[in-house]
């Protein structure tokens, strides 16, 4: 096996790992460890390039950091990602080699699940390093975190409708979700519960014909989605939905989803904020799986009462966005980051 470090600026550190005996061939990146151990998901994709691959490990990684400092998890930003088709390279010499080379970090660098890697490979993983978080509860672990995403975003469009419209309840308000998957449907389900009315669309129609069957939603296709009139658009599949070509269709007064990246570009912040459309940021809104994952490092372990109550705190530092956004007249995407660094630096005067 051999490790290089691969120096990359505003990076505490990234390296390679090559292991010719179980063909792995992978990136670790740590970018800021001032908050605690860098925590972030093991991503298996066939990149074309290592360059790729090492753009995204890193982006990924800076990413963590901010959306662990503004959920308060305790935790850093890092990223791994293995290089290689996922139907072909899975072995369990090849998540232990991966493990070792986690190991090298020394447990500044700690994993979980992430696109491609299931609870299985990490268990291999764990063969030979202890720094992997996520496993299943049989395992000591927090297990599946859609759930309490889905539930984290509930209390996001919550707050999102309070700062909006001086009141939680959404029990008159329209909201329209795009992908109704692990989350997004789980969170139509609690939304129903708090008597709001749902309009859901997602391009696997059967899902769609099933959910609105057993709770009654209506749905519309997800081609033409963004033409129904709503209060709230919950983007809940894939990222970069708002755009240039969204942003003149958009009718709603606030967008708060689950999935990453929802803006294109963060200049697309700026231009809701000139539509008066009030944006909770992604990685704000969706950080509950994150805060459940670190409650695994809490004294005697795992506890969902903790977590509840870490996850019922998207509430203040949604709202902190929010204000922050306000005072300083800039979009909230980047009243997010700044809050962000704003933690980081606190605590790195502290030390
Ligand atoms: N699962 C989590 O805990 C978690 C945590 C943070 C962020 N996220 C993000 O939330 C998003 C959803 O995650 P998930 O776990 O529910 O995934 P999922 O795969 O279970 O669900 C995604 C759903 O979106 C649908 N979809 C895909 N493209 C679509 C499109 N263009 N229009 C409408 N529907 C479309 C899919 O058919 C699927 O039903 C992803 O962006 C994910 O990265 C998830």
């Not at 662990?68 to 990602?81: E, P, R």
């Not at 080379?101 to 994993?111: A, E, L, Q, R, V």
């Not at 978080?133 to 927090?142: I, K, N, Q, Y």
């Not at 939603?217 to 599949?237: N, Q």
Request: proline share 3%; glycine share 10%.
């Amino acid at each position: 096996m051999n490790i290089t470090d691969i120096p990359v600026e505003g990076y505490e550190r990234v390296a390679r790992c090559i292991d010719e005996a179980s063909g792995l061939h992978a990136l670790i990146a740590v970018h800021d460890t001032t908050l605690g151990p860098a925590l972030g998901g093991m991503r298996l994709w066939n990149y074309a390039t290592e360059e790729e691959a090492l753009f995204d490990v890193t982006r990924l990684a800076k990413g963590m950091t901010y959306k662990s400092a503004v959920a308060d998890t305790g935790l850093g930003g890092g990223k791994c990602v293995i290089i290689g088709d996922p139907d072909k390279i899975k072995s369990p010499a090849l998540f232990e080699a991966m493990g070792r080379f986690i190991d090298d970090f020394g447990g500044t660098y700690i994993t979980a699940e992430d696109m491609n890697i299931s609870a299985e490979d990490l268990l291999n993983v764990k063969k030979t390093t202890e720094y992997v978080a996520g496993l299943d509860r049989e395992h000591g672990g927090s297990g599946n975190p859609s759930p309490y995403t889905a539930y984290g975003c509930v209390v996001g469009i919550e707050t999102a409708a309070a700062y909006r419209y001086g009141s939680k309840d959404l029990s008159q308000k329209h909201i329209l979700i795009q992908g109704v998957g692990a989350v997004g449907g789980e969170m139509a389900r609690l939304l129903k519960e708090r008597g709001a009315r749902i309009t859901i669309c997602d391009i696997k129609e059967s899902r769609v014909a099933e959910l609105c069957q057993k709770y009654g939603y209506e749905s519309v296709p997800e081609a033409t989605h963004l033409s129904v009139k709503c209060d709230i658009y919950a983007p809940c599949a894939r990222g970069a939905g708002i755009n240039d070509e969204t942003i003149p269709q958009l009718t709603c007064d606030i967008i708060a989803g689950c999935a990453n990246n929802i803006l294109l570009e963060p200049h697309h912040g700026d231009v809701l904020r000139e539509k008066g459309i009030l944006y909770a940021p992604d990685y704000v809104v969706n950080a509950a799986g994150i805060i459940n994952v670190s409650v695994e490092r809490h004294p005697g372990g795992y506890n969902e009462e903790v977590a509840m109550e870490k996850i019922n705190r998207i509430d203040d530092n949604l709202t902190e966005v929010f204000q922050l956004a306000d005072e300083e007249g800039i979009a909230t995407n980047r009243a997010a980051n700044r809050l962000a660094e704003k933690r980081i630096e606190a605590a790195k005067q502290l030390q």
